[in-house]
């Protein structure tokens, strides 16, 4: 089955870069979903950017736009992430699903999850 796990993350100023990455070992098929996840405490979790490799467009959440970019490799998931905000501080997760067949989006769909990685960002 797939595991996940990520690494990166850690403290920044606001304004500063911090760049997270994916990897997935076990069985991958050609075409999955994977994103990035992020939950603050006292907050659901919120998709952060998702994409499905089968091709298609890539999902950012509206708070991350043209800040926030994803991009994959063969088994890897990468978030760069710049201009960071205050608000931007959350636990951050890759996850994936194996059986979807388009890009999603709501975390409830996503049944792979990573261990997280915590990014913190101050003023």
């Known amino acids: 089955h797939v595991q996940l796990v990520e690494s990166g993350g850690g403290s920044a100023l606001a304004g500063g870069s911090v760049r997270l990455s994916c990897a997935a070992s076990?069985?991958?098929?050609?075409?999955?979903?994977i994103g990035w996840f992020r939950q603050a405490p006292g907050k659901e979790y919120e998709g952060v950017a998702t994409i499905y490799t089968g091709g298609g467009p890539t999902y950012y959440a509206d708070s991350v736009k043209g800040r926030f970019t994803v991009s994959s490799g063969k088994n890897t998931l990468t978030l760069q992430m710049n201009s960071l905000k205050p608000e931007d501080t959350a636990m951050y997760y890759c996850?994936?699903?194996?059986?979807?067949?388009?890009?999603?989006?709501?975390?409830?769909?996503?049944?792979?999850w990573g261990q997280g990685t915590q990014v913190t960002v101050s003023s």
């Open positions: 996850a994936a699903r194996v059986d979807c067949l388009r890009l999603e989006v709501g975390a409830p769909v996503f049944n792979i």
């Open positions: 076990g069985y991958t098929p050609s075409r999955y979903c």
